[in-house]
């Protein structure tokens, strides 16, 4: 399927992956149009990996809808997931001809593709595009590093905590009721835990009545302000 960049979702995905004033930018109109001739938008069943690590790295993505997990190998063979990732986030473009980790979908996901050596020679021709882009990743990948030092300063129990936080923040919407695309296990190798803990420390939270459990998916969390409280103790 071609790219219509003018379908609202389209829009919002580039919006987030280049800032909400991306098409103030000098040249945005004409990126937009090597944009729909050069990609195209495909859909990614649901845990599908659009990439894994090692493969050749000839293409690059955009979400536009789902959710992607982004993992990768350790020495030893066991896997550590290091991102959950949505809207608007470029993701495969690196200086590499392989992909230095694995991507895969969680949900029935909508993307934009491009291939790698075209988006850059697009970014050549728009410097501020790119420029802009660059600074969103820095952005970003910031995030991911203040996470990880958040997290290795918390108590097991205290890492989940955060994590359904943010996860409220990023997938509620404002709402405290939310759903989870992703495993226990999942999580647990996102947390850097085994499964049993992070399924002990779900029926902690549960038991202090900090949050309630429909399912392993469905997710409300009861009181905020204690949870919160609950990752600084």
């Known amino acids: ?3 219509d960049t003018s379908k609202v979702s389209i829009k919002t995905s580039l919006a987030s992956c280049f800032g909400t004033n991306f098409q103030d930018l000098k040249g945005s109109q ?3 149009e090597e944009l729909a001739s050069l990609a195209q ?3 990614v069943d649901e845990n599908t990996y659009i990439f894994k690590e090692d493969e050749q790295s ?3 993505y955009i979400p536009i809808s789902g959710v992607i997990m982004l993992e990768r190998s350790t020495a030893r063979g066991s896997r550590h997931v290091f991102a959950f990732l949505f809207t608007g986030n470029l993701i495969g473009l690196s200086e590499f001809s392989f992909y230095t980790f694995s991507a895969k ?4 996901s909508t993307m934009v593709k491009i291939n790698k050596s075209l988006i850059k020679n697009v970014f050549e021709r728009h410097p501020q595009i790119a420029k802009r882009f660059h600074e969103y990743t820095n952005i970003v990948l910031n995030y991911i590093l203040d996470q990880l030092f958040i997290m290795g300063q918390k108590t097991a129990h205290q890492r989940l905590a955060l994590f359904l936080l943010d996860m409220a923040k990023r997938i509620g919407h404002g709402t405290q009721k939310f759903f989870l695309p992703m495993s ?3 999580i647990a190798d996102y947390l850097g835990m085994s499964l049993e803990t992070t399924s002990r420390g779900f029926t902690s939270l549960k038991n202090k009545e900090l949050i309630s459990i429909e399912s392993n998916y469905s997710i409300t969390i009861l009181d905020p302000k ?8």
Request: glycine share 0%.
């Open 58 to 60: 000839n293409f690059v």
């Open 1 to 3: 399927m071609t790219l």
């Open 226 to 233: 204690s949870l919160t409280e609950y990752t600084d103790n």
């Open 30 to 32: 004409d990126f937009l």
């Open 41 to 43: 938008e495909i859909t």
């Open 184 to 186: 226990r296990q999942d």
């Open 105 to 108: 979908s969680l949900s029935n």
